[in-house]
């Protein structure tokens, strides 16, 4: 069965660049969620997007931005990456029809030097 | 305050024993979802098995069940016949609210479960 697709797998970029993550749901989920896992610690929600429109925020830096696309990709974009930014940030997606279970990618590691 | 509560930070168990996870939860929320995420030392995150608060009976999923007393609010895992397969931190998480936009889960905080041969 398809699962979610996230890329890149890993990711090292030094302090105040900016870094893009991609996410590629299962296909005909309808809402993708970005949660943040810092070492040792377990995954914050970020945020989501139903059918493209942002549905939910947490705690989301404003250096970051995401949106899903018409495809329904979505992307998580960083700027003046500090480093406290590395972490395990994963993708999910859910549909109604499965009880809204979440379904999670591999996840995308950064690493801010 | 906490919403998801695992007071087991790390777990020893024998190989094909089998082994119950802890998980409290609190919400007001009458309509809500509870997982269980399996988080191995590669870092990915494996939807184990869900419970929903309506739900009449417990969940069950091959090895993996789950005892649900709403009364009590817990959700604890059950493991049957472990394998060495599965040492790795497992997570729960909750969903407030029956779906829809307030999708977003929280999760305790893990624990750590070591099967010994």
């Known amino acids: 069965a398809a699962g979610v697709i996230q890329s890149p797998r890993h990711l090292i970029k030094e302090k105040r660049e900016t870094a893009t993550l991609k996410c590629y749901p299962i296909p005909r989920h309808d809402t993708v969620y970005w949660y943040q896992q810092g070492p040792g610690q377990d995954p914050q929600f970020l945020i989501s997007f139903y059918e493209k429109m942002q549905s939910d925020k947490g705690s989301i830096p404003d250096r970051f931005s995401a949106q899903q696309f018409s495809d329904y990709h979505s992307e998580l974009n960083m700027s003046s990456l500090e480093l406290g930014d590395s972490a395990l940030y994963f993708c999910?997606?859910?549909?109604?029809?499965?009880?809204?279970?979440?379904?999670f990618g591999p996840g995308t590691r950064l690493t801010v030097t | 305050a906490q919403k998801i509560t695992q007071t087991q930070p790390g777990m020893f168990v024998q190989e094909k024993e089998a082994v119950t996870l802890d998980c409290t939860y609190d919400?007001?929320?009458?309509?809500?979802?509870l997982f269980w995420y399996k988080q191995p030392s590669s870092g990915e995150m494996i939807f184990l098995i869900y419970q929903g608060s309506y739900d009449q009976q417990n969940a069950t999923e091959g090895r993996y069940s789950l005892n649900f007393q709403k009364a009590r609010k817990s959700a604890n895992l059950v493991i049957s016949a472990s394998q060495l397969g599965d040492s790795a931190m497992y997570f729960c998480?909750?969903?407030?609210?029956?779906?829809?936009?307030?999708?977003?889960?929280?999760f305790g905080t893990g624990t750590l479960l070591a099967v010994q041969p």
């Open positions: 919400t007001s929320d009458p309509s809500y979802g």
């Open positions: 999910a997606s859910s549909s109604q029809g499965s009880h809204y279970e979440q379904y």
């Open positions: 998480a909750m969903r407030e609210g029956g779906g829809g936009a307030t999708n977003k889960l929280i």
